[in-house]
């Protein structure tokens, strides 16, 4: 296990944003996105950061965007060290691993969610309405439960704060009904995909999240792809409906911070050292599971 990287700072080139876990820096023609180890929950960016969490979020991705490339171009140009621009070498020990060169595209601003699964805000939302974002389900379904397809059910794409889930026909609104309908084609087409090769490994993915943008009118998969940040990555030797699964994802610090019972709003708490390495195995467990190999160590 590495050190931690909470902060990238690279004064060679225009740092375009700082998300919860992104920094992105512009190399003019492309983009240098660097995967820090901060984690977020509830909105809120914890004190701790999650050693190689990083690392596993941004080589997952790469695995995935290569696994998927029949199925959809992507923004992925390369992770390799030997590929950054001359300008940031002087900080490639702190970026091994954990950078992605990329093409820049023009993002569209909606969340891609697919569900296969009944479960956190698909699940309460389905409690309360009988439906997920507008889509009708079946009567007596349990937390947890398969449902009887997947279904795309897309939420918006807040700058700061919560992403709140959206209808298909507000989509279309922002959109328009082409592009629409491609992404929820492509998005169901990706989990389809991607659920049938974890299954393989022993994993469900319960629910996963897409972002897609568009590079000179085509449709291109950016940001991450299938990883415990973005995806409920449950064992699936252990599933079992009508409960809460474990998994291999960021629900086990969201769990702790519900059993502190921290009133979610900032600053958020400290976690103990035992969540922080539990949280950290578990991340690398997902890669390794699903990549079929070791997290890579740092040269």
Known sequence: MNNPVTLSEIGSLPLLSRGKVRDIYDLGEELLIVSSDRISAFDSILPNAIPDKGRVLNLLSAFWFEKTSHLVKNHLISVKTADLPKRVRAHKD??????????????LPVECVVR?????????DYTETGSVCGIRLPEGLTESARLPE?????????????????????????????????????????YSFAGDYAAKKGIIIADTKFEFGLIKGDLVLCDEVLTPDSSRFWPADSYEPGRPQPSFDKQYVRDYLISVEWDRNPPAPELPAEVVAETSRKYREAYERLVGATLPSKS
């Open 150 to 190: 997947p279904i795309f059910t897309p939420s918006t794409k807040a700058v700061s704060g919560h992403d709140e889930n959206t209808t298909f026909e507000h989509v279309v609104e922002v959109v328009g009904h082409e592009t629409a309908a491609k992404i929820r084609e492509t998005a169901l087409a990706l």
């Open 116 to 124: 296969g699964y009944l479960s956190g805000s698909g699940w309460k």
């Open 94 to 107: 702190t970026l091994e691993g954990r950078f992605t060169i990329a093409k820049k595209a023009e993002m």
